[in-house]
């Protein structure tokens, strides 16, 4: 074995996610597996979403990899650092990778990691892995896209690695190296319909001031329709799914790249119902039209607010007005309409949160998602606050999830804005309905009624520095 990739997920770990049940698999590790395999390297996959941190260590500890890569993100940091130390102590070499170690390479090589990668693995690795085996983690300096220590202790932060342009050159993820038939049915268990995900593209342009760019930039780059067919037709006959996951930042960015990507699925005759994500600057009358047609039964819009104040502070380049518009447009084609939502943005204040709870009751959409904002080291909202971010827990123990900032509103008051918010917008829709549930009603009153009055009494409470 060349090397070992694995992530820190784990399922039965995580109540939410028992909670939400809808599990997808790391793709990023995937897409490096079957690019290594298919430039000569032995590679083995340990996926850790069905598994336990004891298994994983059991089986570090059986096959004793020489090199093992971890995927991490704001989800897994806690798991990953013990996934580090449990590789450490069976002599591998530790390459950690992705959106966090990127922001962090300085906490995790101090964790366990010899080298941290940043940006796309695959060429990186293809570099790295015969250096690591001739050289060990020693004079790295001529690799690109990468940081470590060297034998001074200094720290070496590498050229950055120019982006893969072609990505119709990569082989598709390696699925077969893991237990994709179980996700699937993990999916039809809990939800009556058995999911698989693919991408087709790297890369977001767009200039959302708290979104990360850690692994990809403000890169885009696409593949081909074809391409993407191919890789489509394929999940469908090895798995069956009942549904597909397309995974973009935002599937409709490139409007003739769609066109053809569904006259090209409509050639091939495949029609298999979809969930994704898009913006309302990316939709009209004909797009959505077409994704009906393709099968798109369900889509999300980056709402985050329905003040055009916040919109435009976040660097959106999006209209609150014209999302409604799309909400209203996709429903009339038959396809659920999704937002999310988020509150407590820098200088958000009670008028910015009125207007949200109008914009959702205007848009009406089948669903919304809240969350209340958090700094992602690296971003430009970062930078913004970055003076008064006060971390709630041990960096080992948490994530920039777990980051609040000094001055804002306090986090009692986000509860009960919450509160207020999904419950006003419940009583809403509940009235709006020919026939209401007013025993539904009165509860979402009651809730929406306590969530205001819990604001007024929160609304000047701040948060504080330790």
Request: contains cysteine; charged residues 25%; proline residues 6%.
């Amino acid at each position: 074995m060349d090397i070992l990739l694995t992530h820190g997920y784990f399922l039965f770990q995580d109540p939410h996610e028992l909670q939400v049940m809808k599990p997808y698999p790391t793709l990023g590790i995937l897409y490096i597996s079957a690019y290594l395999k298919s430039r000569g390297f032995d590679v083995k996959v340990f996926d850790s979403t069905f598994s336990s941190p004891e298994e994983q260590r059991a089986y570090l500890e059986r096959e004793r990899p020489p090199v093992v890569g971890v995927y991490a993100n704001l989800m897994t940091r806690p798991r990953v650092i013990q996934t580090m130390k449990a590789a450490k102590a069976v002599g591998a070499t530790v390459i950690a990778g992705g959106p966090e170690p990127a922001n962090y390479p300085e906490e995790y090589l101090a964790r366990g990691a010899d080298v941290v990668v940043i940006g796309e693995g695959e060429l990186t690795l293809e570099e790295l892995l015969p250096h690591l085996a001739r050289y060990g983690p020693n004079g790295m300096e001529h690799i690109q896209g990468i940081v470590y220590r060297n034998g001074d202790g200094q720290l070496v932060r590498t050229e950055p690695r120019p982006y893969i342009p072609k990505l119709d050159e990569l082989p598709f993820p390696d699925r077969a190296a893991i237990d994709i038939p179980r996700y699937v049915r993990t999916w039809r268990e809990h939800h009556g319909l058995g999911s698989v995900s693919l991408i087709t593209a790297r890369g977001c342009p767009y200039t959302c001031t708290w979104c990360s760019h850690a692994v990809y930039g403000y890169s885009h780059r696409r593949r081909s329709p074809e391409n993407v067919a191919d890789e489509l037709e394929h999940i469908i006959e090895t798995y069956q799914p009942d549904m597909v996951w397309y995974a973009d930042d935002v599937f409709t960015i490139h409007k003739g790249w769609f066109f053809r990507y569904a006259a090209e699925l409509k050639r091939r005759g495949i029609n298999i119902p979809f969930e994704t994500i898009s913006r309302e600057d990316r939709l009209n009358e004909e797009i959505i039209r077409t994704l009906k047609e393709m099968g798109a039964f369900r889509i999300w819009i980056g709402a985050e607010s329905g003040s055009q104040r916040i919109l435009d502070a976040m660097r959106r380049r999006t209209k609150a007005e014209r999302v409604r518009e799309m909400v209203h447009l996709l429903q009339r084609h038959g396809i659920e309409a999704g937002m999310f939502i988020m509150l407590g943005y820098e200088g958000e204040e009670m008028p910015d949160l009125e207007a949200t709870v109008e914009h959702l009751k205007e848009s009406n959409p089948d669903v919304f998602l809240t969350t209340v904002a958090y700094p992602i080291k690296n971003t430009p909202y970062y930078e913004m606050v970055k003076d008064r971010i006060i971390p709630l827990r041990p960096w080992d123990e948490g994530s920039d999830r777990d980051f609040t900032v000094a001055g804002r509103h306090s986090r009692r008051f986000y509860q009960f804005a919450t509160r207020w918010m999904v419950n006003e917008v419940a009583a809403h829709r509940e009235r709006q309905q020919a026939q209401p549930d007013y025993r539904r009603l009165a509860k979402a009153m009651v809730n929406a009624r306590i969530g205001r009055l819990g604001m007024l009494v929160t609304q000047h409470e701040v948060e504080r520095g330790q």
